[in-house]
């Protein structure tokens, strides 16, 4: 029994000193040293109060940094377009409700609008266009149409409606918005794993000429995950509108929340996970968990009483180290090989 205990920790300590180099150990133990000792020096930070609201916060995030997930194992790098998305996703579905249509018609609306725009990015993105200025150039078409929709204005619609449930709603002690962001991350997580679909995904995420040799081209895969991130951006969308009961297009900019832009928010809950840019690697859990730790520090750091300042540097901070840490962990393992 000892004897396979030792050969256990042997195993494990080879492993490290295979992938993880002494200059990675170093960061992250610094890393996770800072987290800790401000975690317990923030008040009221262990509340079961408190531990709700980071878990909702999460799930506003998480819900789009899992459908964002699937673009970038997918090989496509990222859609700088997930804000302008939800923007036009929010209007629609605060202009159905307020129109009088009810939460299940303007829930279908929205998500038929979504799915169009996610259809379109693909297909350019499919065909040959960089993702990046694809995508840039869609957030600015889609916020010109939402500004345009809306005149800039607030769109409110009356309560009581058939979105509360949603949008301010709880079961057992949770929102229910984040029981929807733990049944979607299984889901996604499930879909990566255990269908033909996600392996689909890490095939032509992880090599694009063994993706079209078994028949995977990128042009139907890019479409799809287009279409699944925007799906998320809409029901984030949705779900934010109906605890509100209006919508306005700037909701998602940074004067959403005090952290910086919600696309910066959702790339760094993918980055902060551990998923590769480059694709083939990654899961939605990580982006989920990735969700809940950005959560974490940018709570902590409001009970700390930084502002929106501090709190934007600290996200871009977790981006910069979430790559460096990658990157070293990648080259140390091509080194060993």
């Not at 993880?20 to 133990?29: E, G």
């Not at 083939?280 to 300042?309: E, K, P, Q, W």
Request: charged fraction near 10%; glycine fraction near 10%.
């Amino acid at each position: 029994m000892s004897n396979s205990s030792s050969v256990v920790k042997q195993n494990f300590i080879h492993r490290l000193a295979r992938d993880y180099s002494p200059l990675v150990l170093i960061m992250v133990a610094v890393f996770i040293a800072i987290f800790v000792i401000g975690a317990a020096t923030a008040p009221n930070f262990l509340t079961v109060l408190n531990i709700k609201t980071i878990l909702r916060d999460a799930a506003i995030v998480g819900i789009m940094a899992i459908g964002l997930t699937f673009v970038t194992l997918s090989g496509n790098f990222f859609l700088l377009s997930m804000k302008e998305t939800a923007a036009l996703s929010i209007i629609a579905f605060a202009t159905s409700m307020s129109a009088g249509y009810g939460f299940e018609l303007s829930f279908l609306f929205t998500m038929v609008i979504a799915m169009a725009a996610g259809a379109i990015q693909g297909l350019l993105i499919g065909l040959g266009g960089n993702p990046i200025v694809v995508t840039l150039g869609a957030a600015g078409l889609f916020f010109g149409i939402s500004s345009w929709w809306s005149d800039n204005l607030v769109v409110s619609f009356r309560r009581p409606h058939g979105a509360e449930w949603l949008g301010s709603g709880s079961f057992l002690g949770l929102p229910n918005i984040t029981i929807a962001f733990i049944i979607i991350a299984i889901f996604a997580e499930f879909v990566l794993r255990r269908t033909s679909f996600g392996r689909q995904v890490y095939l032509v995420g992880s090599n694009r000429a063994a993706g079209r040799a078994t028949g995977h081209e990128n042009l139907s895969m890019a479409i799809k995950v287009c279409i699944i991130a925007s799906v998320c951006s809409a029901f984030v969308a949705i779900a934010f509108s109906a605890q509100v009961s209006s919508a306005h297009v700037n909701y998602f900019s940074s004067s959403f929340g005090s952290s910086g832009d919600m696309t910066i928010m959702v790339i760094a809950t993918v980055m902060v996970g551990g998923n590769s840019i480059m694709g083939g690697y990654g899961s939605s859990l990580r982006s989920s968990i990735g969700a809940v730790f950005i959560s974490t520090v940018d709570n902590m750091m409001v009970l700390h009483g930084y502002n929106s300042g501090p709190r934007v540097l600290a996200v871009g901070l977790m981006i910069v180290f979430s790559i460096m840490v990658f990157a070293l962990v990648q080259r140390g393992s091509r080194s060993v090989e």
